[in-house]
C-alpha cells in the first residue's frame, strides 16, 4: 500500500510525485483499468499467452543482437 510522510521542508507537489511514483510502481492503476470490465477466461488465457510471446520475442531479439 502506497503512503508518503511528509516530513518538515517537503512540499505539496514534491510528496504528490512521491506518492505518484509508488502508486505506478506498484501497479494500482494498470490493476484497476484490468478489473474494470469483466474479461471471460478465455480472453485472459489469449492475453496471457500473447503476452508470454511478446516477452519471449524480445527476449530472442535481445540475444540475437549480442
Not at 494498470?30 to 511478446?54: G, V, W
Amino acid at each position: 500500500m502506497p503512503g508518503v510522510v511528509l516530513g518538515d521542508n517537503d512540499t505539496f507537489d514534491y510528496s504528490l510525485r512521491k506518492f505518484k511514483k509508488q502508486v505506478e510502481k506498484a501497479g494500482i492503476l494498470s490493476e484497476l483499468k484490468k478489473r474494470q470490465h469483466y474479461e471471460k477466461p478465455s480472453i485472459q488465457k489469449k492475453k496471457k499467452e500473447a503476452a508470454a510471446r511478446k516477452r519471449l520475442m524480445k527476449k530472442m531479439r535481445k540475444i540475437q543482437m549480442m
